[in-house]
Each structure stands twice: as structure tokens, then as C-alpha cells.
């Protein structure tokens, strides 16, 4: 069976989703949609408004035939190691093409833009160096060790999807993947668009319109599954998490902090200073926040944080190429399922249909940031969730 594969949050699945997914397998002709989809955080360091099997059931009923979880250890990463988890469960599971949303829309400047990279790496790294030196970010180091080799001059890369479509393409080539890379141009609403203004629109203003109770703009901009749960499930958000967050930080010493994955150069220090003088999540990270930490990779930190994520937990899978230690099935259609039977015996990883502890390190820190994620809930309703994570995927 001929598959497209996609990378995906769906957090939530809106409209401009479903049109990636009828575009994308125009594109291909494909026999099988399979999405690569986030769990239950994603990959700016928020909690999905909704859990991820209400996302998976919204997935297949869009048109996906296969949703397969990507690792909460590669889904809250910045975008390169995000990538290239991703892409490598694609191999694994032999997927032929991969389309991605790009605001360009067009694959040659994404490719002229790799061989630029390649050409002229050891300038790149030694640029990047320098700038990360001077205090900056690393996305913005990044972006200015770009424009000094002229890779912005093919690209614009301070666009989030095309920065996500440049980290696929590297990723592919790094792991030496055989999937065929494509994008298809984003319509309408932009990434960080604020306001609903049609019936495709951006999933942070979706998100931001359903907390100010503009359920009606809501309306016109998401399929009607989605809307249903939004109506029924239990909703998060990070001002819902920040009471356990702030108990977190008040009550561990600044050397526990410092083993928490991605908190680096001293940064622990700011979390203990400002923790005590916030009321809220958006106070605190505008209180830490600073040129050389972005707002997004505050938010992984604190994510990491929550789940409690070790540097020497996690520190080995990270180093070097990351691998696909398994490949987790959150649910399927019959064609899903006709797919998986077509690859299964090539298959060189395990495929879990179910996650159980003690399985592989990496499943039991998905299952304790599903605990996390899932710990705001009343508890009866969050024994509820949890046993979801040991069940079978959600077939249909």
C-alpha cells in the first residue's frame, strides 16, 4: 500500500487540518493517510486542550486511516530533534511520502536551502556559535547564522512551518530516510494568527476564542467532532497546571531543578527568584523570560518540569540520531489496520498497541506525562484517563 504520511498536534484539529489531509493525499494518490501526532504535550511546551485520544478520534473521523503517537520525550523538543523523531517512525514504518504545510508551498526552496546548509556547514556551526555567544536565543542565533551563509535568501525561516518543513527535509537526510518529501502551501490563517476571520483558521486563535466563550466563531472554524469535544471533554491549559507548577518549583532546591531536561546555564536560578512574586503561568514566564530564553522553550522546560523529566533519564536517546524504539498505535480504520498488516513483518521495531510500565524507558516516561498531564482531573476521572494509555487503540 502507497502511504502519506503527516506530522501533526491537531491541537485541536480545525478545518485548515482537513484541508492538509484532502490536499495531501490529492498530492500523493495515496492508499493510506498515517499521521505522526504529538501526545498529550506538544511541541511549543503546552498542554493539548484535549487528550490525545480525543484528538486521534477527531484524526480518523478527518480522514486519517493510522495515528501513531509520537514519543512525549521527541514531541517536547525544539524542532530539529521534534523532526527527526518523527521521521524516523515514518521509516520505520516504511511510509513513502511526507507532506507538510508550509507557508512557501513550494519543496525547491526548502531543498536549495538544505544544500546551502550542507555546503557550507562548518560556517554555519561556527556562526551559530558566536551568536549564541553574544546572548542570543537559539532561534534567532540560528536565523542569523542562516542569513550569514544566505540560506534566508532562498527561504524565509522565520516563518514556524517553514522553520518545522526545513527541520523535516534535514532529518530525512541525516537518518538517510527513503521518504519523499513534499508541501503544500497554507491557506488563509496564519500560524500565530490571533482572531477567527473565516472558516479556516489558526489553532492558537481557535483555542483563544473557545476560552473567551466565542463559541459561534469556533463554530465556522473546526469540523464538528472536534466541536463536540470541546463541548464535553475536559479542556487544559497551563494556568490550570500553574498551582502544581509553582508547588513544584517552591519546594525543590535549586540542584533538583538543575536535572530537569532543558534547564540549563543557571536558568533554575530565575525559576526560584520569580516563582514566589507569580499568580499566574503568564506572569511567571514573562517575569523569567529573556533575550537568550524564548517564550517556547520556557514553556518546554516547564513541561519537562511537570513530568519530571531527568537529564540522565533521557540524556542517552537523545544523543546523536534519534531512533524509534517502538511505534505506539493510538488508533486506526480498517485501511489503517490493512496498512499495518502490509508492513508488519518488515516492521524492526515492536509495534505496542497498548503501553504497559516497564515496557522501555521511553513508554514509561510517556506514561508518567500522561499521569501529569492528566493529574488537574478529578481523580475518579483521571484513573478514567489513565487506563485509556493501557487499552487498545481506538478502531473504527
Known amino acids: 500500500m502507497h502511504a502519506c504520511g503527516l506530522i501533526v498536534e491537531y491541537n485541536p484539529l480545525h478545518n485548515g487540518h482537513v484541508y492538509h489531509i ?77 507532506v507538510f504545510g508550509s507557508e512557501e ?15 557550507h556547514q562548518a560556517a554555519h556551526a561556527h556562526e551559530l556559535k558566536m551568536q549564541l555567544e553574544l546572548g542570543l536565543s537559539f532561534p534567532e542565533a540560528n ?39 513534499d508541501t503544500i502551501k497554507r491557506v488563509q490563517a496564519g500560524y500565530h494568527e490571533q482572531s477567527i476571520s473565516g472558516p479556516i483558521a489558526s489553532a492558537t486563535s481557535i483555542r483563544s476564542a473557545w476560552q473567551d466563550k466565542k463559541k459561534q466563531e469556533v463554530k465556522k472554524a473546526v469540523p464538528d467532532v472536534t466541536l463536540a469535544s470541546l463541548e464535553t471533554e475536559n479542556l487544559h491549559s497551563w494556568e490550570a497546571y500553574f498551582p502544581l507548577l509553582r508547588y513544584l ?22 525559576f526560584k527568584k520569580y516563582i514566589a512574586q507569580s499568580t499566574s503561568f503568564q506572569q511567571f514566564l514573562s517575569l523569567i523570560k529573556t533575550k537568550r530564553y524564548t517564550w517556547t522553550r520556557l514553556q518546554r522546560v516547564c513541561v519537562h518540569l511537570l513530568c519530571n523529566t531527568q537529564k540522565p533519564t533521557v540524556g542517552p536517546f537523545l544523543q546523536g540520531a534519534p531512533y524509534t524504539p517502538y511505534i505506539r498505535v493510538l488508533g486506526m480504520t480498517k485501511k489503517g489496520q490493512a496498512f499495518l498488516a502490509s508492513r508488519k513483518k518488515q516492521l524492526e521495531v515492536p509495534l505496542y498497541t497498548q503501553l ?41
Open 143 to 181: 536565523r542569523k547564522a542562516y542569513e550569514a551563509i544566505g540560506l534566508e535568501s532562498s527561504l524565509d525561516l522565520t516563518s514556524p512551518n517553514n522553520i518545522l518543513g526545513f527541520a523535516y527535509l534535514k532529518a530525512v537526510g541525516k537518518l538517510g530516510a527513503s521518504v519523499h518529501v
Open 22 to 98: 484532502q490536499q495531501a493525499q490529492k498530492l500523493t494518490g495515496c492508499d493510506a493517510m498515517i499521521a505522526i501526532m504529538s501526545g498529550n504535550f506538544t511541541q511549543r511546551g503546552e498542554p493539548a486542550i484535549l487528550d490525545k485520544f480525543s484528538r486521534t478520534q477527531a484524526a480518523l473521523a478527518a480522514g486519517i486511516d493510522l495515528v501513531v503517537e509520537l514519543p512525549f520525550l521527541y514531541a517536547v523538543q525544539h524542532a530539529d530533534l521534534f523532526a527527526a523523531g518523527a521521521v524516523s517512525i515514518l521509516q520505520a514504518l516504511q511510509v513513502d511520502q511526507l
Open 105 to 119: 508551498g513550494s519543496i525547491e526552496p526548502f531543498q536549495q536551502a538544505l544544500a546551502v546548509q550542507e555546503e
Open 249 to 270: 518549583i517552591l519546594t525543590r532546591s535549586a540542584e533538583m531543578l538543575r536535572n530537569i531536561q532543558g534547564m540549563e546555564e543557571g536558568l533554575e536560578y530565575r
Open 356 to 396: 504497559k510500565d516497564g515496557m522501555h524507558p521511553i513508554a514509561d516516561l510517556e506514561l508518567q506525562a500522561s499521569d501529569a498531564y492528566y493529574s488537574i482531573l478529578a481523580p475518579k476521572t483521571a484513573a478514567d484517563a489513565r487506563r485509556q494509555e493501557i487499552s487498545p487503540p481506538i478502531f473504527t
